[in-house]
C-alpha cells in the first residue's frame, strides 16, 4: 500500500499508450449497444474471460476486432476522456498517446471523426485534470508502404495537431526498412518518429530503426539487450525505451516479471520509462505497471523516480515543459 502510494503520487508522463487498447469491455459493450452493433460475447466479463494471449498476434486479432465499436466522434471522445479520468488517478500528467488511423479508415470511419473525438476527449482532460497530452500517429507495419503513405496524406489537414508517427502491430517479418520512406517524408513534414521494435523482433529490427528510420524513441526494445554493442548505443545516444512491463508478460516478452530486466536496463545506462501499452488488455494501468515491475525486481524509491523522470525527458514536450516537470 505504501509503494503504490508512492508510485501514485509520482509525477509522471506515459509515452507509450494505444488509445483503442485502453478500451474497457464495459465501454465496448456500451458502444456496440449505442452503434446497433452486435460483438460474439454475452457481457463484460465474457469479453475479459476471452483475453488470453500468448503472443503479439493473438493479442492483435482480439484487438482489432474490439476496435470495431469505435464508430462516432463521441465514440473516440468518450474512448479518451475514460483512458485519462483512469491516468489521473495514476500521476500521470502528461500524456503521449498512439492512434491507429487505419484500424479505423479500412471500415469506412473517416480520418476526420477519429481525430475530432480525441481531440474533444484531450481537451476535456486537460481541463478537468490539467493533464497535457498529444498525439502519435501510428502506421500498421501489417500493411503496405503505400497504406501508409496514402495515410500521412490524409493526416496532412491535422498535421498541426500530431507529434509524431510510430510504427506498430505484427513485427516479425514486418522490419522497419520497409517504412523507410514514408518515415522520411514524415520527418520532412516536421513529425517525431517512434517504432516498436524488440518487443519480438531480433536487434536488427532495433538497428533498422535508428539508422533507416532515424527514431526519436524507440518502442519496447527489451530485445537490444542480446546485443551488448547495440545496448551501448542506444545509452551512448541517450534514447528513451518506452518499455511496457505487464505487455511483456502477457505477449511472454518475459516469461515472469521476476525476469523483466527494466532493472537491467537502468544499470545499462538506458533510458528507460514504464507504460501501460494497451491497459484494458493486459491488465493494469501505468501505475499497476509501475507496482508490478517494482514487486517483482525489488525496485527502491530512486529507481522509480528515475524511471518518472526518465518519461519527462524522454516526452516530446519542449524543454521548458520538461524542466517544469522535474
Ligand atoms: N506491439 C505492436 N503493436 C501493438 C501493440 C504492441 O505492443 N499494442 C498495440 N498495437
Ligand atoms: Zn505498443
Not at 503472443?55 to 486479432?61: A, I, P, T, V, Y
Not at 507529434?163 to 517524408?185: H, I, K, M, Q, Y
Not at 518499455?243 to 532493472?263: E, F, G, Q, T, Y
Request: proline share 4%.
Amino acid at each position: 500500500a505504501d509503494l503504490s502510494r508512492f508510485i501514485a503520487g509520482l509525477p509522471k508522463a506515459e509515452l507509450h499508450l494505444h488509445i483503442e487498447g485502453s478500451l474497457e469491455p464495459e465501454l465496448m459493450f456500451a458502444l456496440a449497444g449505442r452503434n446497433g452493433l452486435t460483438i460474439p460475447f454475452t457481457s463484460a466479463d465474457a469479453v475479459r474471460a476471452a483475453y488470453q494471449f500468448s503472443n503479439l498476434q493473438d493479442f492483435l486479432d482480439i484487438y482489432y476486432q474490439g476496435a470495431a465499436v469505435l464508430v462516432t466522434e463521441r465514440d473516440f471522445h468518450d474512448l479518451t476522456v475514460a483512458y485519462f479520468d483512469r491516468a489521473a488517478a495514476d500521476g500521470v500528467k502528461h500524456a503521449e498517446i498512439m492512434f491507429d488511423p487505419q484500424t479505423h479508415t479500412a471500415r469506412g470511419i473517416a480520418f476526420d471523426t477519429v481525430m475530432r473525438g480525441l481531440l474533444s476527449g484531450m481537451a476535456d482532460a486537460k481541463a478537468r485534470h490539467g493533464i497535457t497530452s498529444c498525439l502519435i500517429m501510428s502506421f500498421l507495419r501489417h500493411l503496405s508502404e503505400e497504406d501508409a503513405f496514402a495515410t500521412l496524406e490524409q493526416s496532412r489537414p491535422w498535421l498541426s495537431h500530431i507529434t509524431a508517427v510510430g510504427l506498430d502491430s505484427s513485427e516479425v517479418g514486418n522490419p522497419p526498412s520497409r517504412f523507410a520512406r514514408v518515415f522520411a517524408a514524415a520527418r520532412e513534414l516536421g513529425l517525431k518518429l517512434c517504432a516498436h521494435a524488440g518487443e519480438e523482433g531480433p536487434p536488427d529490427y532495433v538497428r533498422e530503426a535508428l539508422d533507416l528510420l532515424a527514431i526519436d524513441r524507440l518502442d519496447h526494445g527489451n530485445r537490444s539487450l542480446e546485443d551488448p554493442v547495440l545496448t551501448a548505443r542506444l545509452a551512448g545516444a541517450g534514447m528513451t525505451l518506452t518499455v511496457c512491463p505487464l505487455s511483456n508478460l502477457k505477449l511472454r516478452v518475459v516469461h515472469a516479471m521476476a525476469d523483466h530486466p527494466i532493472d537491467r536496463m537502468l544499470r545499462e545506462g538506458l533510458r528507460a520509462t514504464v507504460n501501460s501499452d494497451d491497459p484494458a488488455y493486459f491488465g493494469g494501468y501505468v501505475a499497476d505497471n509501475y507496482v508490478a515491475v517494482a514487486e517483482a525486481r525489488g525496485l527502491g524509491r530512486q529507481e522509480l523516480a528515475t524511471l518518472a523522470r526518465n518519461s519527462f525527458l524522454g516526452s516530446f514536450l519542449p524543454d521548458e515543459a520538461v524542466a517544469a516537470h522535474l
